[in-house]
């Protein structure tokens, strides 16, 4: 980075500079690269201090049994893996929370996230408009202050039952819960049809005309043009939507708290728990790590699957 | 390379830098400060109070520390509150960095664990050289606080569970008050009673709470956990079976919210369906009852009774300490921390701001001042807590340490919501409690 940024700064005079000797510019390249760490300082500090070595600290810890009030703690090896997976079913629990939340939520999120987008890409007016109003909700999506309005509106006195005349405690029946916070991701569709919308304007007009010329419909064009143009998209959109959606927090914790039943435990929230509510910091960070590896696991999945479905135009010229 | 080195080295030093700029503020080595009137560069000493409570109390407790701050002009009191959940997150973490408040409020189910960590302080050598001056105040009052004969917390006032009745639906439904040492059945029947002659709910306010479950077997002479925490302190299971068996009946009929409802709608005194009167009773503790009637509003009229009991026990309740003020190991001025607690007990002034928002003051001299200032609430929580005083059964001791675990993560999720949805039988549903309490219990008392 900072031998681009020297050389795109470099004038003329530089230049001539590097015609004359070698020496005096590796020089200086040495000197900037020595004052590009000096500025980038208080990022790195940041970064050793709050991500590089609470991860090596989650790392150990995830070994032991440390629960924080405690002076000492004691070197468990793999008894916390073996917890989770043999004397907690809780744990069992929120794995199943997580995988339906995701499997449901984000192929939704990103199917009405596209439905949208493809609306919004016309010349119609006041579209741009329609695009800020549709992606605010993303933009305060993820706040404590929605999800608490959230609640009241799936309260027993909220506006569903009182729209619908039903009285049905929908955050504390098991089949409802987990899809009142469905709908909250669904409704937060504004960032992946940002990015949807910038795809659908990358298809060339062309691909259209000459489709209509020969009388495909509108459903064979969205099939057969829109569709395989638009998977590197779908791609991306999907691979981000995956890393957030297992790690979905807020929105649980807010509304549910993870009842009823653990039908709404989310990894995460059970991490939080088992970590700042049981002070179980060892158990807690083990399950971190795993979560670290269903989501590499899902991640890689996805990108061996993509040379099946993802169609990149540049592969064919 | 040599580049490399000198960056390396002037990225290390940078860190070093600002790691030693934070330093002062982490008081790893604070304990020879604890004689030192140092801290602010006035030679001011600085107090740190920390407490859980909602806004009334954190009004209340500021103004007491503006007072106290006038008083001794030399100290200088810092002060943090939060929720009862933020509050032991917030404790637990500061406790992990040796930056724990010199004060902080204590509970009486955490007190064990905390003690059992070396968090807290003994505070007999206060007690002994009269910095903390208990002559107004009763032992059985103090005995809360003591673990293994020393004082780790002071008593800031005291509570006990009470049923709530609306005077006005029970008399609607022309049903007699209950005897104070009402049973489970008579229970069982006036809550009947009053919802099917009234259409309200008969009862709310969560009876799968394991304070109920506590209550049952105290009741019965024994406790909850045993001796040392590792374990349950009874054997015989079947009074907490009928006990299930009888809310579950209660749900089904409608005369309680089911558990549904309850989750949906979250515990809180004030939202409690008794003050809209769509329910005709519930339970509370006694410091509670301000909140309730104040949220109820005017011209509604409220009977307290004690908790019923099981078929041929004693009392189910107890006098417990609300909560305490405890002196952490970490603190860095215990004698001031001692004299805030001592002002904080036994000075008439500051409990008239306090109002007993903590429960019935220890102090028999601030009660008696108190008394003439208390609004209708006040005085029936005082009367509540004097009328059952000779009656109630001896406090328990504290929760094993491993309490909140077991709550957390076996009583709802494993037993009481699987149970409650049906998922299970109250039978399978108790054996899963003495099953998993007996590891949960034996690996936190480790």
Same mark, same amino acid.
């Given at each position: 980075m900072s031998e681009a940024l020297s050389v795109s700064s470099s004038s003329q005079h530089a230049n001539d500079q590097r015609r004359q000797s070698v020496k005096p510019h590796k020089k200086r390249w040495r000197h900037d690269n020595w004052m590009g760490y000096l500025f980038i300082s208080p990022w790195l500090i940041a970064f050793f201090a709050f991500t590089f070595i609470p991860i090596i600290a989650s790392l150990v810890l995830a070994f032991t049994n440390y629960d924080v009030l405690s002076p000492t703690w004691r070197w468990v090896g793999l008894e916390n893996f073996e917890r989770m997976f043999t004397r907690d079913p809780r744990y069992i629990k929120s794995l199943q929370a997580t995988f339906f939340y995701a499997f449901t939520a984000i192929p939704l999120r990103l199917i009405f996230a596209l439905a949208v987008a493809m609306l919004l890409n016309t010349n119609r007016r006041m579209v741009a408009g329609y695009r800020a109003a549709y992606y605010?909700?993303?933009?305060? +999506?993820?706040?404590?202050?929605?999800?608490?309005?959230?609640?009241?509106? !799936? +309260?027993?006195? $909220?506006?569903?039952?009182?729209?619908?005349?039903t009285d049905v405690a929908w955050l504390g029946n098991p089949n409802t819960a987990i899809w009142t916070l469905i709908l909250l991701a669904v409704w937060q569709f504004g960032s992946p049809m940002l990015i949807f919308l910038a795809g659908l304007k990358q298809i060339p007009r062309e691909f259209y005309e000459a489709a209509s010329i020969d009388g495909?419909? $509108?459903?064979?064009?969205?099939?057969?043009?829109?569709?395989?143009? *638009?998977?590197?998209?779908?791609?991306?959109?999907?691979?981000?939507? *995956?890393?957030?959606?297992?790690?979905?927090?807020?929105?649980? !914790?807010?509304?549910?708290? $993870?009842?009823?039943?653990?039908?709404t435990l989310f990894y995460a929230l059970y991490i939080y728990q088992r970590a700042f509510v049981s002070l179980q910091m060892g158990y807690a960070s083990a399950?971190?790590?795993?979560?670290?590896?269903?989501?590499?696991?899902?991640?890689?999945?996805? !990108?061996?699957?993509?040379?099946?479905?993802?169609?990149y135009s540049s592969q064919e010229d | 390379m040599r580049h490399k080195f000198w960056l390396l080295l002037a990225v290390l030093t940078t860190i070093a830098l600002v790691f030693a700029a934070c330093a002062p503020a982490a008081p790893a080595a604070a304990p020879e400060a604890a004689s030192q009137p140092a801290a602010g560069g006035d030679g001011k000493i600085e107090l740190r109070i920390a407490?859980?409570?909602? =806004?009334?109390?954190?009004?209340?407790?500021?103004?007491?520390?503006? =007072?106290?701050?006038?008083?001794? @002009?030399?100290?200088?009191?810092?002060?943090e509150f939060a929720g009862w959940g933020d509050y032991w997150t917030l404790m637990s973490t500061q406790a992990a960095g040796g930056n724990l408040a010199d004060i902080m409020q204590q509970d009486y189910a955490r007190l064990e664990e905390w003690v059992s960590r070396g968090l807290l302080a003994p505070l007999d050598d206060f007690v002994a050289d009269g910095t903390l001056n208990f002559a107004n105040v009763s032992e059985s009052s103090l005995a809360g606080g003591r673990l293994g004969g020393k004082l780790y917390g002071v008593n800031l006032g005291t509570n006990s569970m009470t049923i709530v009745?609306?005077?006005?639906?029970?008399?609607?439904?022309?049903?007699?008050? @209950?005897? @104070?040492?009402?049973t489970f059945d008579e229970f069982e029947r006036v809550a009947t009673e009053l919802h099917e002659k009234l259409g309200i709910y008969g009862f709310t306010g969560n009876l799968t709470n394991e304070q109920l479950w506590k209550n049952i077997y105290l009741s019965l002479g024994q406790w909850v956990y045993n001796e040392d925490g590792t374990g349950l302190g009874y054997e015989d299971d079947q009074p907490f079976i009928d006990y299930l068996k009888m809310v579950k009946r209660l749900q089904d009929a409608g005369v309680t919210?089911?558990?549904? =409802?309850?989750?949906?709608?979250?515990?809180?005194?004030?939202?409690?369906?008794?003050?809209?009167?769509?329910?005709?009773?519930?339970?509370?503790?006694?410091? =509670?009852?301000?909140?309730?009637?104040?949220?109820?509003?005017?011209?509604?009229?409220?009977?307290?009774?004690p908790m019923p009991r099981p078929a041929g026990g004693a009392s189910a309740n107890y006098l417990k300490p609300s909560m305490f003020f405890s002196i952490t190991s970490q603190a860095r001025h215990p004698k001031e921390a001692a004299m805030f607690i001592d002002f904080f007990t036994n000075n008439v002034d500051a409990n008239k701001v306090l109002m007993a928002e903590r429960g019935? @003051?220890?102090?028999?001299e601030v009660r008696a001042a108190l008394e003439p200032l208390l609004d209708a609430p006040q005085k029936m929580m005082f009367d509540y807590i004097a009328s059952i005083e000779s009656s109630v059964s001896p406090i328990p001791p504290p929760d094993a340490p491993g309490h909140a675990d077991l709550i957390n993560n076996v009583y709802w999720p494993l037993v009481i919501d699987p149970f409650m949805f049906g998922q299970q039988s109250a039978e399978d549903a108790v054996r899963i409690l003495r099953e998993e309490a007996n590891i949960v219990l034996a690996a936190a008392a480790r």
């Open positions: 605010a909700p993303s933009i305060v +999506g993820g706040s404590v202050a929605v999800a608490v309005m959230w609640r009241e509106i !799936f +309260g027993r006195n $909220g506006l569903i039952n009182a729209v619908f005349g495909a419909n $509108g459903w064979q064009q969205f099939w057969r043009i829109t569709l395989p143009l *638009l998977t590197p998209i779908i791609f991306f959109n999907l691979v981000m939507q *995956l890393i957030s959606g297992f790690m979905v927090f807020t929105q649980a !914790f807010v509304i549910t708290g $993870g009842a009823p039943l653990d039908t399950m971190a790590w795993v979560l670290l590896i269903i989501i590499a696991v899902l991640t890689v999945l996805v !990108f061996r699957s993509s040379s099946y479905w993802v169609f | 407490w859980w409570g909602s =806004q009334n109390r954190h009004d209340r407790t500021i103004a007491v520390i503006e =007072q106290f701050e006038q008083l001794h @002009p030399n100290i200088d009191i810092v002060y009745i609306d005077a006005d639906k029970l008399a609607e439904a022309g049903l007699e008050t @209950p005897n @104070p040492d009402w919210q089911s558990r549904e =409802q309850e989750i949906a709608a979250g515990g809180s005194v004030e939202t409690d369906l008794i003050v809209t009167g769509q329910s005709a009773m519930t339970y509370v503790w006694s410091n =509670q009852i301000v909140a309730l009637t104040s949220a109820a509003g005017e011209g509604r009229n409220f009977i307290l009774l019935v @003051p220890v102090s028999s």
